[in-house]
T-cell receptor, first 110, second 111 residues
Framework: GQQVMQIPQYQHVQEGEDFTTYCNSS?????IQWYKQRPGGHPVFLIQ?????EVKKQKRLTFQFGEAKKNSSLHITATQTTDVGTYFC??????????FGTGTKLQVIP | DAGITQSPRHKVTETGTPVTLRCHQT?????MYWYRQDPGHGLRLIHY???????DKGEVSDGYSVSRSKTEDFLLTLESATSSQTSVYFC??????????FGPGTRLTVL
């Protein structure tokens, strides 16, 4: 079956540093979604990318979809303590079944 | 939060007992999902529903059953709970824009 892997599994950064998490799939992704889960909370939808090579920005967050639609990345510029949490990518692969990546846990050190 | 509630929020039970978790939504969404979340595994789909009485299995459905007799309610049942089913369970709905909204989660401990 499809596997969606994320690297790194954990990342500690000093506040103000940049952060990137990568999402890689064993198969071609249909659409890629990104979610954020704060500690003790539930996942919250951030964005969806549909087109090959697509790039979207939300303030300090930049999302990219690979040209071959087999990978994606989330980059955060100048991290803040409010960015702490686990970031998941997910493939909305049709039939409304969503396959989630393994997640990257971000810790920001003030 | 798309009007999603889960009950109970916390439960401790013993091995071999049946457990039912409830997910309730107020906005008439067609698709509903049950996930479990465990360290190192992310979110794994247990079952999902695409309408009243229409359900299908996810990747980790063994040991679980579901029912959806009304649009607003999606029940997850562990017929005979095992310690490997200790987890955090999330319910989710799918919007028309393909966004998933999650409930607050149920923390289940099986002793």
């Amino acid at each position: 079956g499809q596997q969606v892997m994320q690297i790194p599994q954990y990342q500690h950064v000093q506040e103000g540093e940049d952060f990137t998490t990568y999402c890689n799939s064993s198969t071609t992704l249909s659409n890629i979604q990104w979610y954020k889960q704060r500690p003790g909370g539930h996942p919250v939808f951030l964005i969806q990318l549909v087109k090959s090579g697509e790039v979207k920005k939300q303030k300090r967050l930049t999302f990219q979809f690979g040209e071959a639609k087999k990978n994606s990345s989330l980059h955060i510029t100048a991290t803040q303590t409010t960015d702490v949490g686990t970031y998941f990518c997910a493939d909305n692969g049709g039939y409304q079944k969503v396959t989630f990546g393994t997640g990257t846990k971000l810790q920001v050190i003030p | 939060d798309a009007g999603i509630t889960q009950s109970p929020r916390h439960k401790v039970t013993e091995t071999g007992t049946p457990v039912t978790l409830r997910c309730h939504q107020t906005e008439n969404h067609r698709y509903m999902y049950w996930y479990r979340q465990d360290p190192g595994h992310g979110l794994r789909l247990i079952h999902y529903s695409y309408g009243v009485k229409d359900t299908d299995k996810g990747e980790v459905s063994d040991g679980y059953s579901v029912s959806r007799s009304k649009t607003e309610d999606f029940l997850l049942t562990l017929e005979s709970a095992t310690s490997s089913q200790t987890s955090v369970y999330f319910c989710a709905i799918l919007t028309s824009g393909d966004e998933q909204f999650f409930g607050p989660g149920t923390r289940l401990t099986v002793l």
